[in-house]
């Protein structure tokens, strides 16, 4: 089979060196993938974005089957159109990935079916938000409806804070068309649970739970990125609260998906808080997450394509996915300066015996060494029998790959430790 993946950070990397493990694959492409995936597929210089040429490539180069992993391709309907010439894929249609395009349209499709998040209003007229705002309760969360790369939500912990997030999200732009409208919605307190799910539309399987660590800095300070490290399984997530969220929120979703008429096939990312009246979504994605993809497909233990092939042929229930009972780490190394303003080009060298625990998202080849090209450079992953050993072990690896500004997290995991005693 020759298999085509669309992106090029380290969640198309865990995803990629995951399907490389299945026989009948012969050939992967990566459009545009990163230098440093350069050993596990065929990078080729076409813009995830750029359906059109998507398209054409797929057609010239006889590909069996495409694997759309960005949140952009994905709205912009990618998968409908490489369908429509005959490519198969795995990832949902343009209107069902409107469940991550649209904030507004989430959280209106969470009212209508009951499914527990926290309450909301929704603006497109800047002055009503900032007059609401006056009687709304403090802290409160102001999210841009449409895709910002993950870092469209500003909490904001006074009134001022408040009516800046607005001021900038729909009258200065910050994130483009995408702040034209708003969702002001309650703050909810509790653990955070990111939890990705292969779904059919008629089957839900949750995969392994994780927990992300947003924060440039340690102790959860600094800046929002879009991830500085993860690990798994989240020990927040027990049985009890997994039994809760397939009944009240994971079934219910798919289900007023398929009533919406817009039945959603591919991976279901649900962003859980463990609130004290039970989980809540704080958000969908349409696609795997990053960096979580890089701690949870370290854990599958039954065949990716094999379940993505059967995700998109709605023959989930006949799949094996099993995933194992071990834990996993994984730091993400970063230029300094990240999120904001840093430098690229520097050499980065990753040593031999830690090259297969590396995920590469941000770097580039050039004249045979790879140099850093992105703000997250690379993540690098450890499974082990226990939390403590995974942490350990991904530090040590970590610690051996080195590049100029590089910076990373000392505390990936702590609060995960702290949780289970």
Not at 45 to 63: L, P
Not at 230 to 248: H, L
């Amino acid at each position: 089979m020759k298999i085509m993946v669309i992106g090029g950070g380290g969640r198309e990397h865990a995803v990629i060196k995951k399907i490389k493990l299945n026989k009948t694959v012969e050939k992967i492409y990566a459009l545009p993938g990163n230098g440093g995936m350069a050993d596990d597929a065929v990078c080729v210089d076409i813009a995830a974005t750029d359906v059109e040429n998507i398209c054409k490539f797929a057609s010239e180069n006889e590909v069996d089957f495409a694997i759309v992993t960005p949140d952009d391709p994905l709205v912009l309907g990618c998968v409908d159109e490489l369908e429509k010439i005959g490519v198969k894929c795995f990832g949902p249609r343009k209107n069902a990935a409107i469940i991550e395009g649209s904030k507004v349209f989430s959280k209106n499709l969470m009212k209508k079916y009951g499914i527990p998040t926290a309450k909301y209003e929704v603006f497109e007229d800047e002055n009503e938000a900032l007059k609401y705002l006056e009687t709304a309760p403090i802290p409160t969360v102001i999210k841009a409806d449409g895709l910002a790369l993950g870092k469209g939500v500003i909490i904001a912990q006074t009134l001022d804070e408040a009516k800046q997030a607005v001021v900038s999200i729909m009258r200065d732009k910050q994130f483009g068309k995408s702040g034209d409208r708003i969702v002001i919605e309650e703050f909810l307190e509790g653990p955070e649970v990111s939890v990705l799910s292969f779904t059919d539309s008629k089957t839900v399987v949750p995969m392994v739970s994780s927990m992300d660590h947003k924060r440039a800095g340690d102790g959860d300070t600094g800046l929002n990125t879009g991830g500085m490290g993860t690990v798994a399984p989240n020990p927040y997530y027990t049985d009890e609260v997994a039994k809760e969220c397939m009944e009240k929120i994971f079934l219910p979703t798919v289900d007023a998906m398929n009533k919406e008429g817009r039945s959603f096939k591919g991976c279901l990312y649900f962003g859980l808080m463990i609130t004290k009246d039970g989980p809540k979504v704080i958000e969908y994605n349409c696609r795997f997450g990053d960096p979580e993809t890089q701690v949870v497909l370290p854990l599958l233990e039954s065949d990716l394509l094999d379940i993505m092939v059967a995700v998109r042929d709605e023959k989930l229930s006949e799949a094996e996915v099993k995933f194992s009972e071990k834990n996993a780490c994984c730091v993400v190394l970063a230029s300094k300066g990240y999120p904001v303003k840093y430098e690229k080009g520097f050499e980065i060298t990753i040593p031999d015996d830690v090259r297969e625990n590396v995920f590469v998202a941000g770097a580039k080849l050039s004249d045979g060494k790879l140099l850093t090209n992105g703000g997250r450079v690379l993540g690098v992953t450890a499974v082990a029998d226990s939390l403590e050993e995974a942490i350990e072990k991904s530090y040590e690896m970590a610690s051996g790959i080195n590049f100029e500004n590089r910076f990373y997290r000392s505390d990936i995991g702590q609060k995960a430790l702290n949780a289970k005693g």
